[in-house]
């Protein structure tokens, strides 16, 4: 994202404060949600380790933004327990960074100021919290566009704003809601890529949702399957394919087409009874 020579005080930015080693852990217990009398999830379990990068995909409907807002204390858990490191999460932690495919930037404010918010809004000092932000926005190759509002940045720059604002509070835990979804496709597979090669650096326990399996399969160390009516979880698949990856070495690789099959064969049998939409194993 931000060339080579820029990148030691943006380094400082990404570093992940944790150096205990279970301190990003995130542990599901026997999860149940309901809106109103439907039951949306039932009884799930997951369980996602300390720097782990895991990908959900699963059919629309079957619940994994409904989850990722439960991890991030967003939305409230009816039943079960989620914790993440020791503390049982009843609201946001600021210790987790949340990203949403409609980027969540304020349009009234500049780069930088959207990304200094959440810094502001937990106490951090102004001075400090531009400086962290600046570095952020540097380390997701945005320099130069802290005093830009969002309407002048392209979808991919507003991604990116988006993940710096995440980034920014130096998270142990990043949460992502289809954060490419809205970008073109070949936007879509840099971002992949820079994500790859931030993530290498900086090892944040990573939870990401998405409707692309290919896109799953190049960032996860672990793609967890969800099905509908209820929503659970149907099968976790473990990504032998090395690191460091870039998109055309995963897609060479010899697990990559066994994997994909095996994903979207669970899903269109998931998807048999139920809304096969959204979900797309050519994306
Ligand atoms: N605030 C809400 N009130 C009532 N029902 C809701 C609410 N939020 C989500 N739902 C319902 O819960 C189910 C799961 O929604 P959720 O958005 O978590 O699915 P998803 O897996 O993220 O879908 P998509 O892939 O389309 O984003 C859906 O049936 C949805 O209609
Ligand atoms: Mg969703």
Redesign the pocket.
């Known amino acids: 994202m931000a060339e080579q020579g820029d990148l030691r005080a943006a380094e400082r930015a990404g570093a992940s404060a944790g150096d205990d080693p279970g301190s990003g852990a995130i542990h599901c217990r026997d999860i149940y949600k309901w809106?109103?009398s439907?039951l949306?999830i039932n009884n799930l379990q997951l369980d996602i380790a300390h720097k782990e990068f895991v990908c959900i995909v699963?059919?629309?409907?079957?619940?994994?933004?409904?989850?990722l807002r439960m991890i991030a204390g967003l939305a409230e858990i009816d039943s079960g327990e989620i914790t993440i490191g020791k503390q049982v999460v009843t609201k946001p932690l600021p210790t987790v960074g949340v990203v949403f495919q409609h980027f969540g930037l304020f349009p009234w404010k500049t780069v930088i100021k959207n990304v200094m918010l959440p810094l502001v809004a937990s106490g951090v000092p102004k001075a400090e919290a531009r400086a962290r932000a600046e570095a952020a926005i540097e380390l997701v190759g945005l320099k130069g566009c802290n005093d830009l509002y969002p309407a002048q940045l392209s979808g991919g720059m507003k991604q990116r704003a988006g993940l710096a604002r995440a980034l920014a509070i130096q998270p142990e835990v990043i949460l992502l809601?289809?954060p490419f979804a809205a970008v073109d496709a070949q936007t879509r597979e840099v971002l992949q890529e820079e994500l790859l090669n931030l993530w290498g650096r900086h090892k944040q326990t990573a939870v990401f949702?998405t409707?692309s399996i290919d896109e799953a399969i190049t960032l996860a160390d672990r793609v967890v399957v969800?099905g509908v009516n209820p929503?659970r979880v149907v099968k976790e698949i473990t990504i032998p394919i090395p690191r460091p990856r870039t998109v055309a070495s995963v897609r060479r690789h010899e697990q990559y087409a066994p994997l994909r099959e095996e994903i979207w064969d669970l899903l269109r049998v998931r998807d048999s009874r139920a809304d096969t939409k959204?979900t797309n194993a050519n994306e």
């Open positions: 809106f109103g439907s949306i699963g059919p629309s409907g079957c619940g994994k933004t409904t989850l809601d289809e949702v409707h969800m929503g959204g």
